[in-house]
């Protein structure tokens, strides 16, 4: 197993090692780190229960992961366990850290089978939409809306209706896929395509952005010449200066606007 820092996680080289609650030093550990959360005896605390770690982890094989990643992400759950375990419960440290290191494996799952990357908050808000949905439907709303399910959960509307549509992302699906109802036509055929004014839009944002940061009598030399199409000479007319000048101050004013486009 490959060490993942300093956080905590331990080497290990008994792959085929059975749980065990180990009597004696192990427990006293745990009370110490109860009273100390010294890091290097959380260290030591989860070399002890490597083998545990690794047990479960192979009762998740064959999902089409690596047992190294598996016996990673049960690390994390075992070192949450210890950082959580309370020796004055009476309870089995091994007893206490199982659900906990099946649970972050089972998490790592569900995060890897997402196509698209959704915060782990709206996930899991999106298994309880889906638990209350079914469980409306069962008591005969044949469709309940997102304002049902969340008087249902006592949860925000607007928080349900995220859930919902973060379902969305658990699939992708190729553009070239064919729709379901028209094998003849493919996906790509009926999507939306970039809207070719959208750069010109975002062009003339940064460029109004720009103007506003010149002097004003810069502001209005670039205005009249480039928006209200009047000449050197016009805009001179207006301003009680030479055409020379506004020429200069025109390119004064358009070499301070690329700086601040290019920035």
């Known amino acids: 197993m490959r060490s993942l820092g300093g956080d905590g996680l331990v080497k290990h080289s008994a792959i085929n090692r059975q749980p065990r609650e180990i009597q004696g030093e192990p427990e006293k550990l745990l009370l110490e780190y109860a009273r100390s959360e010294d890091p290097d005896l959380k260290r030591e605390i989860a070399s002890h229960y490597q083998g545990l770690v690794v047990h479960l982890a192979k009762g998740f094989l064959g999902r089409g992961e690596a047992l190294e990643d598996l016996i990673q992400q049960?690390?994390?759950?075992?070192?949450?366990a210890i950082e959580r375990f309370d020796p004055d419960r009476?309870?089995?440290f091994t007893t206490y850290a199982t659900p906990t290191i099946n649970g972050e494996i089972r998490r790592y799952f569900r995060d890897k089978g997402w196509d698209l990357h959704v915060p782990r908050g709206v996930k899991e808000r999106q298994l309880r939409v889906k638990a209350a949905k079914e469980k409306l439907m069962g008591l005969g709303e044949t469709d309940p809306s997102a304002a049902q399910i969340a008087e249902y959960l006592q949860e925000e509307q607007g928080d349900v209706?995220?859930?919902?549509?973060?379902?969305?992302?658990?699939?992708?699906?190729?553009?070239h896929s064919t729709l379901w109802d028209q094998e003849n036509l493919q996906l790509m055929e009926v999507v939306g395509q970039d809207d070719d004014g959208y750069e010109q839009v975002m062009n003339c944002q940064d460029i109004a952005q720009a103007i506003r940061q010149l002097p004003e009598r810069e502001q209005k030399i670039v205005q009249w010449r480039f928006f209200g199409d009047?000449?050197?000479?016009?805009?001179?007319?207006?301003?009680?200066?030479?055409?020379?000048?506004?020429?200069?101050?025109?390119?004064?004013?358009?070499?301070?606007?690329?700086?601040q486009m290019v920035a």
């Open 90 to 92: 009476g309870v089995k």
């Open 74 to 80: 049960g690390y994390i759950g075992l070192l949450k």
């Open 161 to 175: 209706e995220k859930a919902l549509l973060a379902r969305r992302a658990y699939n992708s699906y190729s553009l």
């Open 230 to 259: 009047l000449t050197q000479k016009e805009v001179g007319e207006r301003l009680g200066i030479s055409q020379m000048h506004v020429s200069r101050l025109e390119r004064r004013a358009l070499k301070t606007m690329r700086k």
